[in-house]
């Protein structure tokens, strides 16, 4: 009798389990159905009303958040947005906005930003060639004190656009997530992985030179490239010296601007080789500018122009931004915490192997990358995300836009990407030349 009950038992047993786990399914899915992404849709722009470009907006402590576009708009979406969460909207030169999300409508708002002039002491000392190089120095010494060097993981999204002189031809994105070891690591350490992708029809003209020059010299993955944009970090790696370089006698340093982000100068200093100031050279050769924080010395932003001037280089001029370079690149960086970590990069250059072609008039053009990597989330605690295994890891020799990958819709409407510049209308009616480019995303699945 007792086995009957022990079996009975059981069997009682085994009945509430499974109506158990019944049951938590239902809570787990109702708590899915339940769970929200709201988004905030809105317009950056100052008092005169003028669009305010690249942004920064997130929420809380800023490991979470999107850009503007070069037209000031963004969308920023975020799942299940507690009462308590801030919406922060910052940009060099002007005053930081600030919102409790419970207070703001999700739809269409406009944020005014007011600019900010930096208040120099009664006794104004202009700084001179020799002291900001000493400003330049301090600040590149600064580096391992203000950047990370412990691991840390960032998602991201990733636009790459193909322009022949002003026409759009290609356009890819994809959510990216990458792996970086520290600030003092060669952009080759970092392992990145993707998420999701979309593509357009590809209406790049390829030559025969450029099918022989990938038989010879192979592809290269661009989503890697990006990273040698980043003149910040591996600094003290041989071949990633470029701010070092400028310590050299070559270069001189003369003062832009100062700006105020959160309340603090940031001197903007213009760089290039000697007595650019007062006459460019001929040849090959870079400028920019470098952004210093005042308070810690951290370089917020550099900006560099690999430029090319001469008659011998007048085949290089670029119809669309009206200037003879080879390469142009911005990269930016904000304070988490106590470190400052990526917030993006901007590059242009030359498509390798196919960037001498003829438009559709049989004219000489030039095919660029005009291409972007935003920062979305940023995990800097191990706990808080998988690690990116080497098997995993994308590529480095092999084009994004060759690669197969699923097209999921559903996955990109709850994903933050920056929004393409509604200014730039021809790109997409450009690229929408035979069918809509939601269609093309469709069909460029496989």
């Known amino acids: 009798m007792s086995l009957i009950y022990s079996m009975a038992d059981i069997i009682i047993r085994m009945i509430t389990f499974k109506r158990n786990i019944i049951l938590l399914t239902a809570l787990l899915w109702q708590t899915t159905l339940l769970a929200q992404v709201i988004e905030y849709h809105g317009l950056v722009v100052d008092k005169n009303q003028t669009p305010i470009p690249y942004a920064n907006i997130y929420i809380n402590e800023g490991k979470v958040g999107t850009h503007s576009n070069e037209a000031g708009e963004f969308v920023l979406k975020v799942s299940d947005p507690s009462v308590k969460d801030s919406l922060h909207v910052t940009a060099i030169g002007f005053k930081s906005a600030h919102y409790l999300l419970s207070s703001i409508d999700s739809g269409r708002m406009i944020i005014s930003l007011s600019q900010q002039v930096a208040i120099l002491d009664n006794v104004v000392i202009t700084p001179t060639k020799d002291s900001l190089g000493i400003i330049v120095k301090k600040a590149i010494a600064a580096i391992p004190k203000n950047y990370p060097k412990k691991k840390y993981y960032i998602d991201g999204f990733y636009r790459e656009l193909v322009m022949r002189d002003s026409t759009y031809v290609r356009l890819l994105e994809a959510a990216v997530g990458f792996q970086d070891r520290g600030f003092d690591m060669p952009p080759d350490n970092i392992r990145a992985r993707v998420l999701a992708v979309r593509k357009s029809e590809d209406y790049i003209n390829y030559s025969l030179y450029t099918k022989l020059h990938k038989i010879m010299y192979g592809e290269k993955n661009n989503l890697y490239e990006t990273f040698k944009y ?71 932003r550099v900006d560099r122009d690999y430029i090319a001037d001469g008659k011998k280089w007048e085949n290089l001029k670029n119809l669309a931004f009206n200037k003879t370079w080879l390469k142009k690149s911005t990269v930016v960086y904000r304070k988490i915490e106590n470190k400052y970590y990526l917030s993006y990069i901007k590059w242009l250059s030359w498509v390798g192997g196919a960037w001498k072609t003829e438009n559709e008039q049989g004219e000489k053009t030039t095919q660029f990358y005009n291409n972007s990597l935003y920062v979305n989330t940023i995990y800097t605690s191990k706990k808080d995300y998988d690690k ?59």
């Open 230 to 300: 980043d003149q910040i970090r591996g600094f003290n790696k041989e071949g990633f010296k470029y701010l070092e370089s400028l310590l050299s006698n070559r270069y001189e340093f003369f003062l832009d601007t100062i700006k105020i982000l959160d309340e603090k100068k940031i001197y903007v200093i213009n760089y290039g080789p000697i007595d650019m100031q007062w006459k460019a050279p001929k040849g090959i050769f870079t400028k920019g500018k470098i952004y210093i924080s005042e308070k810690d010395l951290a370089i917020v």
């Open 388 to 446: 990116i295994r080497k098997r995993e890891s994308i590529e480095r020799d092999v084009d994004l836009y060759a690669k197969e990958y699923d097209y999921d819709p559903d996955f990109w409407k709850d994903y933050n990407t920056v929004l393409i510049n509604p200014l730039y209308k021809k790109a997409v009616k450009d690229l929408e030349r035979n069918q809509p480019l939601d269609e093309q995303f469709e069909n460029n699945r496989k």
